[in-house]
């Protein structure tokens, strides 16, 4: 069932869509460059220990996982959770899951190369932020206290979508899926800037709400430490955490498998 027909990408006409969230052959430099900019953040040691110092002095570390236990924990957390609960949401939606992730790509190719958002920019997390209705947007509001004005630069651009002077705010809007979400995602923030206890704004979740194995891998990813605390539960070694991908099918339930 459809939860909302009123915003572009339940309107607009495909063609039409994938003009508005590519932005532009101006833009495609600019989206090149921070892609390349990613990869390069995973293969700099000293930038994953520098963001780890930053959560651990925040609160959000309970452990240091390795690079590789957070490539391997993130694609996890993609196959038992994110995936599946997009296409959950999309299916209430009425909307190809396909053509959205089409979409999405197209607006900001990082949020496919960094499902995480551990190795991204300040503000490729935030538009990844604005540009999907969350499952549970307080883990993207952890991982922004990596930087020290991330929280301060959340509020001013969601504050800029919902006014509509946002410089994405076209692309954007070719791809979120509800038309309040902005108005209710600055709420949150601002919520949460005065008090970080305050309950999040989650996404409903329809067919998978009784299925266990979801319910274990929602309470496993749905918060930054939950997260970092999974990743380094995992095996140690690269050979052993590939044969581990290769071999699970499904979320362990209980410790890491």
């Known amino acids: 069932m459809r939860a909302s027909a009123s915003t572009s990408r339940h309107t607009a006409r495909p063609l039409r869509l994938l003009a508005r969230a590519s932005g532009g052959p101006r833009l495609w430099p600019g989206k090149a460059r921070r892609a390349a900019r990613t990869l390069r953040l995973w293969l700099d040691p000293a930038e994953t220990r520098r963001r780890l110092d930053a959560l651990e002095r925040a609160g959000f570390a309970p452990a240091r996982p390795s690079r590789p236990q957070l490539l391997f924990g993130g694609l996890d957390m993609l196959r038992f959770l994110i995936a599946p609960a997009a296409r959950d949401y ?12 089409l979409l999405r790509v197209l607006d900001d190719p990082v949020s496919m190369i960094d499902p995480t958002g551990f190795f991204s920019e300040r503000d490729t ?7 999907v209705v969350h499952l549970d947007p307080v883990y ?118």
């Open 90 to 101: 999309y299916a209430q939606q009425g909307i190809s899951f396909g053509f959205h992730q």
């Open 140 to 257: 993207d509001l952890q991982l922004l206290q990596i930087f020290d004005d991330g929280l301060d630069e959340l509020e001013r651009q969601v504050a800029a979508m919902v006014d509509g002077t946002h410089p994405r705010a076209a692309s954007i809007g070719a791809i979120v899926e509800e038309p309040d979400y902005h108005a209710r995602l600055l709420d949150y923030v601002r919520r949460y800037r005065g008090d970080p206890g305050t309950p999040s704004p989650k996404r409903r979740v329809t067919e998978l709400a009784d299925e266990p194995r979801f319910v274990a891998a929602q309470r496993a990813f749905s918060t930054l430490p939950g997260f970092l605390h999974y990743c380094a539960g995992l095996p140690e070694r690269p050979d052993a955490l590939w044969r581990r991908a290769r071999r699970l099918r499904a979320f362990p339930v209980g410790t890491p498998a």
């Open 125 to 131: 997390i935030i538009g990844h932020l604005m540009q």
